[in-house]
């Protein structure tokens, strides 16, 4: 008998053809929650260590939701509603969601996994149809909103391969259960692109461009870089 199979999706820049974090960012920028010079720069810096896989994700995250975390529930709700009807559903992409669909119609577990933090993402796997969604997830206080740290271990790097491991344990499934593939833009996704059984560099940075093409791996360009 075949194994179930199961596809899972880097976000940024995979499904999206931007990265939503940094997009968010912007956002607050626009509707003042954020300085629009200081917070640009640190973003940008941020941003920049991110991309040559150096960035201290704990460290980012605490300034990423720090203005969110300032205002509130209430605030996020109604921000998030508007970040998703003018960054997010312009950009979503027919062939992105085509190609969920296509899994999800030949009976395939497929999951959203990704190194932006829940409360940016949720909204977004929910409008491309995934309801399985690995993200970092956000400690919260007795109020229940979130302090500023992670909770557990963050989905970026060899944390995405931790928490995929936990995700399929949750289903009674190891890693030997089930056939896997794994679409991913990033060199930042090495760790979980090694450890599936198809690995799909999906729209790749260049470095991964090189390594997809010296090691034979699939090349899937669904849309242009930005």
Do not use: C
């Not at 008998?1 to 956002?27: E, Q």
């Not at 969110?68 to 998703?84: D, K, N, V």
């Not at 949720?122 to 970092?136: F, H, K, M, N, T």
């Not at 198809?198 to 010296?214: F, G, I, K, Y």
């Amino acid at each position: 008998m075949s194994k179930p199979k199961v596809a899972l999706f880097d976000l940024d820049h995979t499904l999206l053809p931007i990265d939503s974090d940094y997009s968010w960012g912007k956002f607050t920028q626009q509707i003042g929650w954020t300085d629009p010079v200081d917070f640009k720069r640190r973003n940008d810096e941020f941003y920049a260590h991110y991309v040559a896989g150096t960035l201290d994700v704990h460290d980012y995250v605490r300034f990423a939701v720090e203005a969110l975390r300032l205002r509130g529930a209430g605030a996020y709700e109604e921000a998030h509603a508007r970040f998703m009807r003018e960054w997010i559903t312009p950009v979503l992409m027919p062939q992105a969601i085509d190609l969920v669909r296509s899994h999800q119609q030949q009976g395939d577990q497929v999951a959203i996994v990704t190194a932006t933090n829940e409360l940016v993402t949720r909204p977004i796997a929910a409008a491309l149809g995934v309801p399985d969604l690995i993200a970092v997830e956000l400690e919260r206080d007795a109020s229940g909103w979130i302090t500023g740290e992670i909770a557990g271990v963050p989905s970026m790097r060899e944390g995405k391969v931790v928490r995929v491991t936990d995700w399929l344990a949750a289903r009674g499934l190891d890693w030997l259960d089930v056939e896997t593939t794994f679409y991913s833009d990033s060199m930042n996704d090495l760790p979980l692109l090694e450890r599936v059984e198809h690995p799909v560099a999906t729209n790749p940075d260049p470095r991964l461009r090189t390594l997809a093409l010296e090691r034979g791996w699939r090349i899937l360009d669904l849309f242009p870089r930005q």
